[in-house]
Each structure stands twice: as C-alpha cells, then as structure tokens.
C-alpha cells in the first residue's frame, strides 16, 4: 500500500491525471520498483518525483524485453521477444497501446525532456536479442560490445527520462554500464553455465589457463579463482576515476554514488563466495543497496524542490 500511495503523488507531481493512463503508470511503477536488488531501483530514485514515472516506464519496456529473452520454453522466447519489440515501436509511432507498460512508456517518450533516439533502443534489444542465439565473446573488447548494448544503452535510455546527460555523461554511464554487467557475469556464472553460456571472455580464460570444462561442472581451481580476482580488480580499479569523472557532471553524481554501494559488495560477495561461485549466484548484503536508495532519495528530493 505504501507503495502505491508514492506512485500516486510521483503521478501528481508529474502531472498525470488521466485515469487511463494513470493505471498505466501504475502497472509499470510497481512492477520497476519490485527490481529493488538491482540498478533500476536504483536509477528510479535518482531522479526528481516528477520524473520517476517517466523512468520506471521507459525501464520497464527494456526490462519485459530483457524477461522474454531470458524465461520460459526456449522454442518460444525469440517469438515473444519480437512481438514485444514490435508491439513497443507501434506504440511509440502511435502515442498509446493496450499494453499498460506500452502506454504509460509512450506517453513518457512524448513529454521526456530526451527523446532517445532508435539508433539506442535498437542498442539494447540488439544486446538481448543477442542472448537468445548466444555467441562467447573472444576478446574483452567484443564483450564490451556487448556490455554496451546490454547495460549502457538501455541505463542511457531510462536515464534520458531525466534530461540531458551530454557526451561526458554518456561517458560516465557507458562505464559504469561496463562494470555493472561485468559484476554482474560474475555473479550469475553457474546460472549462464547451466543455460550453456559462458559471457566472460575466452582470452581472459586462455590467460589464466581455466578451462571451460570446469566452470560448466562447478570444479573451482586455483586457476578459476585468480580469473575470478582478475576480473574484480578490472571492476574496482577503474571505479574511482570514472566516480571522479561523475563528479562535475549536474546531476549524475548522486546516481554514480549509489551504483559504487551497489557494485561494490556485489564485487565482494563474488570474492567471498569462493567455490560456490560455481554453485549459486552470489548475492550481495542489503545494507550498502538500501542506504545508496535512501541517498539518492534524499538528493532527488533536494534538486527537486
């Protein structure tokens, strides 16, 4: 309940009376604020009251796509994944859908201070369409390709929701896209295994001589734990000059904060997971995810006033 009496004053304040739509915005509000592990959480917080709608919609259309790539039967995932695309692009060219995510998300594109153009939407479902006829990234540079579409675009796409980000932001985004989806590989390495993906890059593999073998049937050597700390120490030694960068930009910087108290435990809980690595996902603490929430709240609701 008291979530939705939040999502009713965010409408307010953005100005969204129409029942119609408000029901819309409603569904999608909702279900972004359920990701409360995760970025979006994140992300939806840091903008000011009247633009949380705006943003929550916008990551909910990337989101559904992002769930039909990745659940239910196989033989179907391609084809509800395209009818979600296709069904996004007709609502945006009409201004309005059945779909309730599809409505409130077009109406947020019309009024968005940022129109985010196709080139960066078709980024992102580019990355998840990728996922369903899955090819293993040789290089670090083939999986940042990757990374960028993944993660970068689609955090540009619901960041545009908030206003101009400017060619330094978009810098400052694409980087931390980087570093949220690598953690993020990291984390979920024995799910992908089981999936039959492997998303870390086969030179890094080749350098430390793990083999693919033993990732996919969970044999943790001294070999898989150095790749593990490599790939840590490639996310937590590029954090703090790219957290230097956020800092002069208008508002990207309180945003940026809170993804350091996000990525880091989770970097940590990769670490200390040690073999069951290969057994489950790593799950960072609570604590450092809700007080990065709560500071963005704060900061949103001071620039907002």
Do not use: N
């Amino acid at each position: 309940m008291g979530g939705l009496v939040l999502v009713r004053r965010w409408l307010d304040v953005a100005g969204v009376f129409d029942p119609v739509l408000r029901a819309a915005y409603t569904v999608a509000c909702r279900r972004a604020l359920s990701d409360r592990a995760g970025v979006t959480w994140l992300g939806i917080l840091s903008v000011p009251s009247r633009a949380r709608p705006l943003t929550a919609a916008a990551a909910m259309v990337i989101l559904e796509a992002d769930a039909r790539a990745d659940e239910g039967p196989h033989e179907q995932r391609l084809e509800r994944f395209e009818e979600w695309v296709d069904a996004w692009y007709a609502a945006l060219d009409s201004g309005s859908s059945a779909e309730p995510i599809l409505h409130a998300a077009a109406h947020a594109h019309r009024v968005a201070p940022v129109k985010p153009t196709r080139a960066l939407m078709d980024q992102a479902f580019a990355a998840a369409r990728s996922d369903l006829d899955f090819r293993e990234f040789p290089t670090y540079a083939d999986w940042q390709v990757y990374a960028s579409g993944s993660a970068g675009a689609a955090m540009l796409w619901t960041l545009s929701m908030r206003g101009e980000y400017g060619e330094s932001g978009e810098r400052i985004i694409r980087e931390y896209g980087y570093m949220a989806q690598l953690v993020d590989c990291l984390a979920d390495v024995s799910e992908d295994a089981r999936e039959g993906r492997l998303y870390l890059p086969l030179e890094d593999l080749a350098r430390f001589g793990v083999r693919r073998e033993d990732l996919e049937a969970g044999r943790w050597t001294s070999a898989t734990a150095d790749l593990v700390a490599f790939e840590v120490a490639r996310i937590t030694g590029r954090m703090p000059a790219v957290l230097e960068m956020a800092r002069a930009h208008p508002w990207l910087y309180p945003f940026c904060s809170a993804l350091d108290e996000y990525i880091r435990p989770l970097c940590a809980a990769v670490l200390e997971a040690g073999p069951s690595l290969l057994r489950r996902v790593a799950v960072p603490p609570t604590g450092p995810m809700v007080r990065g929430g709560m500071s963005l709240w704060r900061s949103a609701h001071v620039t907002s006033r």
